[in-house]
C-alpha cells in the first residue's frame, strides 16, 4: 500500500478512523484519539499489510466515495467487472439517549448488495501496542476478539465468522452488519439495531449542522470543515486536539514528524473563534470547561503550549520502533516534548477564548466574577512574560527569542480583561489592564518597528519575516489601512509566498531550510489581501486552495507549492479554520439572494 493523504475521516467525539479511496480503514486509535492505534497502517506499510480494515469487492473495477449530507457517515460504492455490486456505509455511532450523548469505542459497518452477485473479502488486521499483531479469538457463532493492552475489541457481525476470520471470498447476498466496540456482548437484534444507530447518527449530525450559521457561498466547504472541526473535540472533557494523526511528515524525509493528537492551546482558541463565528457554541462551551481546568490547575503559574485530551501535563515523547511511518519516512513519534516549552502567547490565547463568555448571552453558563478573577493570574503572567523570550508559535527547539506574535498576544491577554471587566460592571480593572494593555502596545510598536526596511519584524532583536506578523490584524493591533501593516504585508509577500502559497518563514530552523508552505498562513494571507482591498485577488487566491483539498474536502498542514501535494498531520485544525474563516469573509451577503 502506498500511503496518501486522500482521507474521509469518520467519528463520534471519542474515536475516529481515517479511510483511504479503497474504503479501507486505515488510522484509528483506541480508546480516544490519543491512543494506541488499532488502525495503523498509514505509518505503517510492512507486507503481508497490517493495521488496516478492508472490505473487497472481487474483480473491483470502480469505486466512489460520498459522505451522507451534512454528516460523517461514509458511503463507498465498490462495482466489479461482471456488474456486481455493494455499497458499505461506515459510521461511528453518535446521538443522544437516556439524557446523554452515546459515543462509544466503537465502528459500524454495513454492506449491502446494490447489483449483481458480488463476492467480498474481508481484511481485519488490526495492531496493537503500537504496531504489533493483536492476539485473535473466535469467540463464539458471531463474534471475534482482538486483546489490545490498551482495551479489548469484539466484532460482532452477522456475516458467517469463519469466512470474515480467515479471510475467505463470500457471496453478499443480502446486508451485512458489523459492529466493532468493547469486548461485551451485543444486546438486541445486530441488524435492527445498527440500522437504528445509523438513522439515528445522522439525525444528530443534520441537527448540529442546522443550527450552524454558514456564509451563503461556499456552504458545502464551511460544513465540511465545522463537521471535521467537531471531530477534533475530545467532548467527554472539551479538548480540541490539533489532528488526528501523529508522524505525517513536513515534507519528503524531512523528520518533522509530530504527533498532532493533543490540545495546543493555540490551535485550540483558532478553532473555537471559527466555530464561534457559525454559531457553535457547544464546541466553545466544552473547550471551556476544559479550559478553566487548565487554569485552576496552573494555580497563577506556568501555562503549558499543550496538554493531554484529560488534562494530562506530562506528554513525554517517544518513537514507536515497530512502525516505519508515512510512506517508509519514520520516525513515529508518540508523546510530544513541545509541552516542556515556553510559549508566551498561549496566555493570551487562553483569555480571548474566555472573552466571549462574559459577553454571550446565548451560553448556557456565562462567565462571572470568579471566572474574571482566575482570569487575571492568566493576565498577570502575560504582563511579566510579553517581552521575554521563548520558543514561539512554530515551536523552535534549539533557540529563543522574544517573538512579536507572543508579545501581541500577550496584550490582547491584557487587552480583552479590560473588555471582560467592563461587561460585568468591573471599571476600575477595566482601566487598569487597559493601562498595561496600552503600555505593552507602546513597547511592541518600539520593538518589532524597522524603519528601515518599513516592516514589523518577527523578533524583538532581528529583522526577521515571518507570516504571524499578519496576525496583528485579525487580533486588532493594527488596522489595515495602517501604513506599517500595508509596508510589513507587502514585504511578507516578497519573501515569504512562493506562487499561490505562502511559507511560515524562509530561514533555517532546528531541520534546515522549510520546503514545504503551511497552509494556514496562504489563508492569513487571503483575509489580509481581503482587507487591504485586493477582494478580487483574495476570493481567485481561495477558489485555487479550495482545488488543493482532498476528495473528502479536507486538508492537511502542509503542501508542495511545486507540486501541490498535501504533507503534514491530517484533518489539520489550522487548515479548516482557514477555510471556515475565509468564506465567512469573503463570501456575498445572504440578503444578495433571498
Not at 485550540?268 to 487554569?295: C, F, M, P, S
Not at 487566491?541 to 491530517?570: C, F, H, K, V
Request: aromatic content about 10%.
Amino acid at each position: 500500500m502506498t500511503a496518501s493523504l486522500d482521507l474521509w475521516p469518520i467519528g463520534n467525539c471519542q474515536v475516529s478512523a481515517l479511510i483511504d479511496t479503497s474504503g479501507a480503514f486505515v488510522w484509528g486509535c483506541i480508546p480516544r484519539v490519543d491512543g494506541d492505534p488499532f488502525f495503523s497502517a498509514l505509518v505503517g506499510g510492512a507486507e503481508p499489510e497490517t493495521g488496516l480494515w478492508s472490505i473487497d469487492l472481487e474483480d473491483r473495477v470502480e469505486t466512489t466515495q460520498r459522505y451522507l449530507r451534512n454528516t460523517p457517515v461514509l458511503v463507498t460504492r465498490h462495482r466489479d467487472a461482471n456488474g456486481g455490486e455493494i455499497e458499505v456505509i461506515d459510521f461511528c455511532p453518535y446521538f443522544r439517549r437516556n439524557g446523554r450523548t452515546y459515543r462509544p469505542v466503537a465502528y459500524a459497518r454495513i454492506v449491502r448488495p446494490v447489483a449483481g452477485s458480488p463476492r467480498i473479502r474481508m481484511h481485519l488486521r488490526p495492531t496493537c501496542n503500537w504496531g504489533n499483531a493483536c492476539a485473535v479469538t473466535i469467540g463464539g457463532s458471531n463474534h471475534i476478539r482482538f486483546l489490545s493492552q490498551a482495551m479489548t475489541m469484539r466484532l460482532t457481525t452477522s456475516a458467517p465468522v469463519g469466512l470474515v476470520a480467515e479471510e475467505r471470498v463470500f457471496r453478499v447476498e443480502q446486508a451485512q452488519y458489523f459492529f466493532l466496540g468493547p469486548d461485551e456482548s451485543f444486546s438486541g437484534n445486530l441488524a435492527e439495531t445498527l440500522e437504528q444507530m445509523l438513522d439515528a447518527t445522522v439525525a444528530e449530525w443534520r441537527h448540529w449542522v442546522r443550527g450552524l450559521a454558514t456564509p451563503v457561498e461556499w456552504q458545502d466547504v464551511v460544513i465540511r470543515s465545522a463537521i471535521t472541526l467537531k471531530l477534533c473535540q475530545h467532548e467527554e472533557t472539551g479538548a480540541i486536539v490539533a489532528a488526528l494523526t501523529t508522524s505525517v511528515p513536513e515534507h519528503a524525509g524531512s523528520q518533522r514528524n509530530w504527533d498532532y493528537r493533543y490540545c495546543w492551546i493555540r490551535d485550540a482558541y483558532y478553532t473555537v473563534q471559527a466555530l464561534n463565528r457559525l454559531g457553535a457554541l457547544d464546541v466553545l462551551e466544552g473547550y471551556l470547561a476544559y479550559l478553566r481546568n487548565i487554569v485552576d490547575n496552573a494555580r497563577g503559574g506556568h501555562i503549558q503550549p499543550l496538554y493531554g485530551v484529560l488534562g494530562e501535563a506530562r506528554i513525554d515523547e517517544g518513537v514507536a520502533e515497530k512502525l516505519p511511518g508515512y510512506r517508509g519516512m519514520g520516525p513515529v513519534r508518540v508523546g510530544n516534548a513541545a509541552y516542556s516549552q515556553v510559549q508566551h502567547d498561549a496566555y493570551g490565547q487562553i483569555v480571548l477564548s474566555n472573552t466571549q463568555a462574559f459577553l454571550d448571552q446565548r451560553l448556557l453558563r456565562m462567565s462571572g466574577l470568579a471566572d474574571f478573577e482566575a482570569l487575571e493570574k492568566v493576565g498577570e503572567r502575560a504582563w511579566d512574560l510579553f517581552d521575554k523570550p521563548d520558543a514561539g508559535l512554530w515551536e523552535l527547539r534549539t533557540r529563543q527569542s522574544v517573538h512579536t506574535y507572543s508579545a501581541a498576544m500577550c496584550w490582547a491577554a491584557c487587552d480583552r480583561l479590560g473588555n471582560a471587566a467592563q461587561a460585568i460592571g468591573l471599571d476600575d480593572r477595566a482601566t487598569f489592564w487597559g493601562q498595561r494593555a496600552a503600555t505593552i502596545r507602546e513597547r511592541i510598536e518600539r520593538a518589532a518597528w524597522r524603519p528601515e526596511t518599513e516592516r514589523m519584524s518577527a523578533t524583538f532583536s532581528g529583522d526577521d519575516l515571518d507570516a504571524s506578523v499578519i496576525q496583528l490584524l485579525d487580533l486588532r493591533f493594527l488596522a489595515p489601512d495602517d501604513p506599517r501593516f500595508v509596508s510589513t504585508l507587502a514585504a511578507i509577500e516578497e519573501g515569504l509566498r512562493r506562487g499561490s502559497h505562502m511559507l511560515r518563514y524562509a530561514t533555517e530552523d532546528d531541520f534546515g531550510l522549510p520546503e514545504t508552505a503551511f497552509n494556514v498562513c496562504t489563508f492569513w494571507l487571503i483575509e489580509a489581501l481581503h482587507l487591504t482591498g485586493r477582494s478580487a485577488e483574495a476570493r481567485a487566491l481561495y477558489e485555487e486552495m479550495l482545488g488543493r483539498r482532498t476528495q473528502s474536502g479536507l486538508l492537511s498542514e502542509d503542501i508542495d507549492p511545486a507540486s501541490g501535494e498535501l504533507w503534514g498531520n491530517y484533518p489539520q485544525t489550522y487548515s479548516l479554520v482557514g477555510l471556515i474563516n475565509c468564506a465567512v469573509l469573503l463570501s456575498k451577503p445572504w440578503n444578495t439572494v433571498r
